[in-house]
């Protein structure tokens, strides 16, 4: 038997309101709503310390984000998930405990999306990354500028344009100055971030025409290694005695070390990792987690890892709770891939405890 909830004379088999607990770590959210139930907007607090994706909005709520509101494609099935499409150019950093609560909202209540508002202030606790942009070049006008790149930055471009009375955005194409590889050659309707192989040390940009300007910035990963207790939240686990993170150019082998400890070992307590292909061909690699330096034969861990040569292919690795812990005193940990692979990006972080 149905009830009556939400505006006059709508009747739905579910109350219009469905709140869920969402916890990090939690596989893919895909829960049924309902009969009757047409999801049109989610409410979302998320004080985790990770992003959190909506598919049927095709947008993600930062970490440390309260209040924020995402109109949806009507749906009656719940879908969230904590990994970020590599679309939008987002690392996560090791997760923390913690859990976001979502309330998804009926078609019947009237709301409009919402930015929410953050933690003030929020602290870089230990273990997040931090995303740093600078602006290399802006063009107000088609034509073409050199930009050198980084070592280990990405290249983010964004392309402004119109919609009306006619659909206009620039026409771009991005070329390694060293390699000559083309990394972008397409319509640049909004934002898109490009990862650069080590050759390239520079790049020309070209806008051949449409739109109205197109800026180039360049895209920065660090983790942070120290904070202050003062600042930590209070369900933080426990500070690692050691944390790395490597994200280097496509092409490059991504590695972290940490340095031995004269009267202590190391624990391997998180370990994560990824690969993403870019313009390369298909590989497999090891994720090798070491007793000792890079390129050490004595290992304590190793996962397959591998991509396709499709373009935009991921392979992503996460492992918790290892205990993975060095023979002797005095030796260093260190967490790598097997190698690098021309056109495929690599990423591994490794957090470790002293006993």
């Not at 499709?310 to 992503?316: F, G, K, P």
């Amino acid at each position: 038997m149905s009830s009556v909830f939400g505006r006059s004379g709508t009747i739905y088999d579910a109350a219009p309101v469905h709140p869920i607990t969402f916890k990090v770590g939690d596989p893919d959210l895909a829960q049924q709503l309902g009969g009757g139930f047409q999801a049109a907007h989610v409410w979302v607090n998320n004080p985790t310390n990770q992003a959190l994706y909506f598919p049927d909005a095709n947008d993600y709520c930062p970490a440390g984000i309260s209040g924020r509101v995402f109109a949806l494609q009507h749906t009656d099935i719940a879908r969230a998930s904590w990994t970020i499409p590599p679309s939008f150019g987002l690392i996560q950093p090791p997760a923390l405990a913690g859990a976001a609560q979502l309330i998804f909202l009926n078609a019947g209540i009237e709301i409009s999306p919402q930015a929410g508002t953050a933690a003030s202030p929020t602290p870089p606790f230990p273990g997040s990354v931090v995303q740093t942009s600078t602006q290399l070049a802006q063009l107000l006008a088609p034509g073409n500028v050199s930009v050198n790149v980084p070592k280990g930055a990405q290249l983010q471009l964004i392309g402004a344009g119109i919609t009306h009375p006619v659909f206009s955005f620039p026409s771009v194409q991005v070329i390694g100055n060293q390699t000559g590889f083309t990394y972008y050659n397409s319509i640049l309707s909004g934002t898109v971030v490009l990862s650069i192989q080590a050759a390239d040390t520079s790049v020309t940009v070209t806008w051949s025409g449409g739109g109205t300007s197109v800026t180039v910035n360049s895209l920065l990963n660090a983790i942070v290694i120290s904070g202050s207790p003062a600042n930590a939240p209070a369900s933080w686990p426990g500070r690692y005695d050691g944390q790395a993170i490597s994200v280097p150019a496509a092409g490059t082998q991504a590695t972290v070390t940490l340095l031995a400890s004269p009267t202590k070992r190391w624990m391997a307590d998180h370990i994560s990792a990824g690969m993403s292909q870019i313009s390369g061909a298909a590989t497999a690699q090891n994720l090798n987690l070491i007793d000792g330096v890079s390129g050490g034969a004595s290992l304590l861990d190793q996962q397959p890892m591998g991509v396709s040569a499709v373009a935009l292919t991921v392979d992503r690795l996460e492992e918790e709770n290892l205990h993975f812990a060095n023979a002797l005193v005095n030796t260093a940990l260190t967490a790598e891939f097997s190698g690098g692979v021309v056109g495929v990006a690599e990423r591994v972080s490794l957090g470790a405890y002293l006993q």
